[in-house]
């Protein structure tokens, strides 16, 4: 964990957003006839692309999975930014990253300017140098094209760079353009989604990474 670079994932790395986008998925849903009361049941939509989520969910083709997360912005952007919570420890470990000198970064497959209203409203913008998302048109929502693009853009060297995420498509997109990748257990991704991935370093916690980049 020697890397100048760390990139972080934004939902179940740094905040937990689960109400605002179930509540938003739930929504969108609605509008299309489909009744979900279970909030819980759409946990699985946090971290993956939406298009591709809810082709792969719910069998629609392209036009209607367009429909849907169009919808789903109907509400996300006026609503849902803001049901989101900051983890515990957050704001710390940004801060004790940059007194180490170390140069932050946010990849993210939420559109970018989603992301950076986020990090804005919740105050913790001031710890990036940048933060990185997809486009609306869908363009960079894969993992391994968001970092390339990130990385040219940057000018950064790969072995000098580390990704955090909580998702296997945090993990792939790391290894796809050469980067270690820290897994965290505290977010959306089972202990068996990540392990499979075979992340550099793996914690179950935040205080538990924490203590690892203080202690190194």
Known sequence: MHQQNILFDLDGTLTDPRLGITRSIQYALAKLGIDEPDLARLEHFIGPPLLQAFMHNYGFDEAKAWEAVNFYRERFRVTGLYENQVYAGVPQLLAALGEQGRTLYIATSKPWEYAREIARHFAF????????GSEFDGTRTNKVELIRHLLDEEGLDPAHTLMIGDRKHDLIGAHSNGLQAIA????????????????????????????AFVSR
């Open 184 to 211: 965290v257990g505290y977010g959306f991704g089972s202990p068996e989604e990540l392990q499979a991935q075979a992340p550099a370093f793996h914690f179950a916690t935040l205080a538990e990474m924490h203590q």
């Open 125 to 132: 913008d001031r710890h990036f140098k940048v933060i990185y």
